[in-house]
């Protein structure tokens, strides 16, 4: 039997896996590269700098909280030389997808002669979100490993270019990507779409989550903050995001609300939804980074998938 090593989207899952009649070994990606900004040289000391700089300025972590959470298990699976299969348990949504690309662009460097599969969520194409592997039966998760897809050499030169244009400067080129049904990857157009929707809408100077949480708030009767950002939650689509990054896009967007408690928005909150006011000036940080690119230098028109360069 061949020695296997199973990368998997983080520790809930993981926990659920060792449960599971599955051998090999496991590791965990504990990482959140669909924020912050990403270098493509995945591994080295300068990326590593650049995401707890990140980690650290917006979410408070703490270096040490880094070393013993993130850098600890990445060096664990730097050890991990003998396996000739290496699966990868990344889900379809945003979150998980650019895990994945980060990943397979360092498998890519480091792991030459290894056979890679990745096990797929069972999600349509057209479908807006899906199940987590936790929120599957056993002998489901069991069927989607037997099931999983076996990558080959042109697949993972895309996943490492994809993560190029990811690390890049300019969301122009993703924009203009267009071959994936070409290789394995069948969620990652969607995952790119999404990401394409982070940057501040040419007509209100909003992003697709950001309108996202206004909308909940406008149409709900909520009580508090907490209650706003679980409904969010639950009707986010599949960005894959996890509270504590909406508790961030709420905190800026902390002057369109009159109270959280309960939570009530402005009046002139609605012209921005409707397009009648645009925002930009006034939510724009500098320094904010969507993996290469700085957050607020474009403006994404999202009926025509085009960038303005600011």
């Known amino acids: 039997m061949k020695s296997i090593l199973h990368i998997t989207n983080g520790d809930s899952f993981t926990n659920y ?6 051998n090999g070994t496991v590791i965990t990606w ?3 590269l669909c924020e912050g900004r990403t270098l493509h040289t995945v591994g080295t000391e300068d ?8 980690l650290h300025k917006n979410y408070k972590i703490s270096k040490k909280t880094f070393i013993d959470y993130t850098l600890k298990e990445y060096r664990n699976l730097c050890k991990q030389k003998s396996q000739e299969q290496i699966v990868l348990w990344f889900e379809s949504d945003l979150f ?9 662009s360092w498998l890519k460097t480091h792991r030459k002669y290894a056979e890679v599969s990745v096990v797929s969520n069972p999600i349509s194409l057209n479908s807006v979100s899906s199940k987590g592997f936790c929120e599957l039966s056993p002998d489901s998760v069991l069927e989607l490993y037997e099931n999983r897809i076996v990558l080959n050499q042109d697949d993972i030169e895309f996943a490492d270019y994809a ?20 290789f394995n990857f069948p969620h990652l ?3 790119f779409d999404l990401h394409l929707s982070r940057f501040p809408s040419l007509k209100n100077g909003l992003n697709v989550p950001e309108i996202n949480l206004l909308k909940t708030a406008q149409i709900k009767a909520l009580d508090n903050e907490n209650e706003l950002v679980s409904e969010v939650l639950k009707n986010q689509g599949n960005f894959g995001f996890g509270d504590s990054q909406y508790y961030k896009i709420l905190h800026s967007l902390e ?13 002139n ?28 230098a474009y403006l994404y028109d999202i009926d025509h998938n085009t960038f303005f360069k600011l």
């Open 17 to 22: 896996f060792k449960e599971l009649p599955i």
């Open 30 to 32: 504990r990482e959140m």
């Open 47 to 54: 990326f590593w700098k650049e995401r707890f700089d990140f």
């Open 96 to 104: 998980c997808q650019i895990n994945m690309l980060g990943v397979l």
């Open 163 to 182: 993560w190029q244009l990811y690390c890049s400067n300019n969301p122009i080129r993703i924009a203009q990507l267009s071959n994936y049904e070409d």
């Open 189 to 191: 157009k969607q995952a």
């Open 255 to 267: 002057p369109l609300f009159t109270s959280l408690k309960p939570v009530k928005l402005k009046r």
């Open 269 to 296: 909150t609605a012209k921005v939804l409707n397009n009648q006011t645009n925002y930009y000036s006034k939510i724009k940080q500098d320094g904010l980074y969507l993996g290469g690119a700085l957050k607020y």
